[in-house]
């Protein structure tokens, strides 16, 4: 019977260190992030490109490593700011977080990532579901299923998207 060992890192090691493909940083462990499928990149471009396009006052980046915890780096498929940071990671909480899920994401570790980017104070946190054409809004432990005309985020501004554009060109 073999065991697997994790070998713990610090955040400087993390931080200074590129990985290929992104990795995350939970507690000194390297975490694999799911990404590469078609339908997941499509969704990502089509939100990146949307938001961007529909409002040009906010940053709309994807892959943008983020603080989540002293001792947890996250990576949110697209992070939205008001303003850039002043510094090389996200220290700040995004004004929007969002995830496109992968058929490999597991929803506790999924659910872990969305606590984590709520207790940083993210104000508005978005899983998309390419497979099912699903749409959450995530907030205080909770994941809401969207059922209408479009998701959309609370404060100002208020972005929205509409099915038709996070889910265009996909099969």
């Given at each position: 019977m073999s065991m697997s060992v994790e070998t713990l890192i610090s955040v400087e090691e993390?931080?200074?260190?590129?990985?290929?493909?992104?990795?995350?940083?939970?507690?000194g462990v390297l975490v694999e992030r799911n990404v590469g499928e078609w339908t997941h990149s499509s969704v990502q471009s089509n939100l990146i490109f949307a938001l961007g396009r529909k409002y040009p006052s906010v940053y709309v980046l994807p892959g943008l490593t983020s603080l989540t915890r002293a001792t947890r780096y996250r990576?949110?498929?697209i992070s939205v700011l008001l303003v850039l940071p002043r510094t090389k990671y996200l220290l700040d909480a995004a004004y929007l977080a969002v995830e496109v899920l992968s058929e490999d994401d597991r929803m506790s570790m999924m659910m872990e990532k969305l606590e984590e980017y709520d207790c940083k104070?993210?104000?508005?946190?978005?899983?998309?579901?390419p497979r099912l054409r699903k749409m959450w809004v995530y907030s205080s432990g909770v994941l809401n299923e969207v059922r209408g005309d479009c998701i959309a985020t609370i404060g100002d501004p208020r972005l929205e998207l509409s099915p038709d554009e996070i889910f265009q060109d996909l099969a």
């Amino acid at each position: 019977m073999s065991m697997s060992v994790e070998t713990l890192i610090s955040v400087e090691e993390y931080l200074s260190t590129s990985y290929d493909p992104d990795m995350e940083y939970v507690d000194g462990v390297l975490v694999e992030r799911n990404v590469g499928e078609w339908t997941h990149s499509s969704v990502q471009s089509n939100l990146i490109f949307a938001l961007g396009r529909k409002y040009p006052s906010v940053y709309v980046l994807p892959g943008l490593t983020s603080l989540t915890r002293a001792t947890r780096y996250r990576i949110p498929d697209i992070s939205v700011l008001l303003v850039l940071p002043r510094t090389k990671y996200l220290l700040d909480a995004a004004y929007l977080a969002v995830e496109v899920l992968s058929e490999d994401d597991r929803m506790s570790m999924m659910m872990e990532k969305l606590e984590e980017y709520d207790c940083k104070g993210v104000p508005n946190i978005w899983v998309i579901d390419p497979r099912l054409r699903k749409m959450w809004v995530y907030s205080s432990g909770v994941l809401n299923e969207v059922r209408g005309d479009c998701i959309a985020t609370i404060g100002d501004p208020r972005l929205e998207l509409s099915p038709d554009e996070i889910f265009q060109d996909l099969a």
